[in-house]
T-cell receptor, first 112, second 113 residues
Framework: NAGVTQTPKFQVLKTGQSMTLQCAQD?????MYWYRQDPGMGLRLIYY???????DKGEVPNGYNVSRLNKREFSLRLESAAPSQTSVYFC???????????FGQGTRLTVV | GESVGLHLPTLSVQEGDNSIINCAYS??????FIWYKQESGKGPQFIID?????DKRQGQRVTVLLNKTVKHLSLQIAATQPGDSAVYFC????????????FGPGTSLSVIP
């Protein structure tokens, strides 16, 4: 039982490049989330998906797109990376509306 | 604790003492609250949760208190241990959108052996 798995763990991009962060969960959870965490700060919600086939904007969605490919997978895409998107990205999943979230180990992204 | 800009509020406690970590929330419609612990280099991990129809909930060595009147949560850790050193976050969801989980700014707890 792997829980929430994120790939890659580390990535360096040049400004303007695109990439997709992958996330998969094996707990049969309905809801999935993408957060970013900047140094010394809390987690800010980028996008979330309450169920397969639905996605919604969070607090800081600009510059990102998401895809809920199926119940297990929720990907985050940066179409044209900017230095301001340098951050640690966390994926999370939840079973239901009043339940705790389980987090992946994070993807450390640097945009130069 | 207060948080401004890029600096997490920090709480230093002596090993064996009790710790109290505070969290203020702004959305009066929030009705489910969760505390997470984040160790260096890892994702947040669930500690304890509380629903808005409760004022207090206890776990193993931890207690969460909820004061809806002043929109305030606290996490109390009894007999703090070096392994408790981490950043602690409160998170909230509201009845308007239970699926949207918003995190507070966090508090860094440092335990002095």
């Amino acid at each position: 039982n792997a829980g929430v798995t994120q790939t890659p763990k580390f990535q360096v991009l040049k400004t303007g490049q695109s990439m997709t962060l992958q996330c998969a969960q094996d707990m049969n959870h309905n809801s999935m989330y993408w957060y970013r965490q900047d140094p010394g700060m809390g987690l800010r919600l980028i996008y979330y998906s309450a169920s397969e086939g639905t996605t919604d904007k969070g607090e800081v969605p600009n510059g990102y797109n998401v895809s809920r490919l199926n119940k297990r997978e929720f990907s985050l895409r940066l179409e044209s990376a900017a230095p301001s998107q340098t951050s640690v990205y966390f994926c999370a999943s939840r079973k239901g509306q009043q339940a705790e979230a389980f987090f992946g180990q994070g993807t450390r992204l640097t945009v130069v | 604790g207060e948080s401004v800009g890029l600096h997490l509020p920090t709480l230093s406690v002596q090993e064996g003492d009790n710790s109290i970590i505070n969290c203020a929330y702004s959305n009066s419609a929030s009705d489910y609250f969760i505390w997470y612990k984040q160790e260096s280099g890892k994702g947040p991990q669930f500690i304890i949760d509380i629903r808005s129809n409760m004022d207090k909930r206890q776990g193993q060595r931890v207690t969460v208190l909820l004061n809806k009147t002043v929109k305030h949560l606290s996490l109390q850790i009894a007999a703090t241990q070096p392994g408790d050193s981490a950043v602690y976050f409160c998170a909230e969801t509201s009845g308007a959108s239970y699926d949207k989980v918003i995190f507070g700014p966090g508090t860094s707890l440092s335990v002095i052996p």
